[in-house]
């Protein structure tokens, strides 16, 4: 399964699989694979810097999000993003910095930064 962060990203992820004759694969966001499993999950992120995500890294790295969206899979979890994603200060960007960093702290170990 393919879990996004936006629904516009689904559409075009099923574009995509479905170009590659791969339709039969499951996509969706977090919500919709809540309880679901399966072997992989391929979690993709969508976003190439943080100036880019739409509804602020606070959601896209939601620590709850990201935990959803790994544990999905049986076997193995991928997770797709760009290194400049994790670029910036959340206080910065967004208030409940504190919260927020330690989201980032979690994602950066989760993906072995």
């Known amino acids: 399964m393919v879990v996004a962060a936006y629904n516009a990203q689904v559409h075009a992820v099923r574009q995509a699989l479905r170009a590659a004759g791969l ?3 499951p996509v969706g966001t977090v ?3 809540q309880g679901r499993e399966a072997p992989v999950a391929i979690l993709t992120l969508a976003a190439s810097a943080p100036e880019n ?4 890294m606070g959601f896209l790295l939601s620590r709850n999000r990201i935990n959803v969206a790994v544990s ?7 997770i ?23 989201e980032l702290g979690a994602f950066l170990r989760l993906i072995g930064s």
């Not at 995500?53 to 602020?56: D, F, L, T």
């Not at 670029?87 to 910065?92: C, E, I, S, T, W």
């Open 31 to 33: 919500d919709m694979f």
């Open 53 to 56: 995500v739409s509804r602020g």
């Open 72 to 78: 999905r899979a049986q076997w193995r979890a991928v």
């Open 80 to 102: 797709v993003s760009s290194p400049r994603l994790t670029d910036y200060l959340p206080g910065d960007l967004e208030a409940d910095g504190v919260r927020h960093l330690m």
């Open 23 to 25: 339709d039969g694969v």
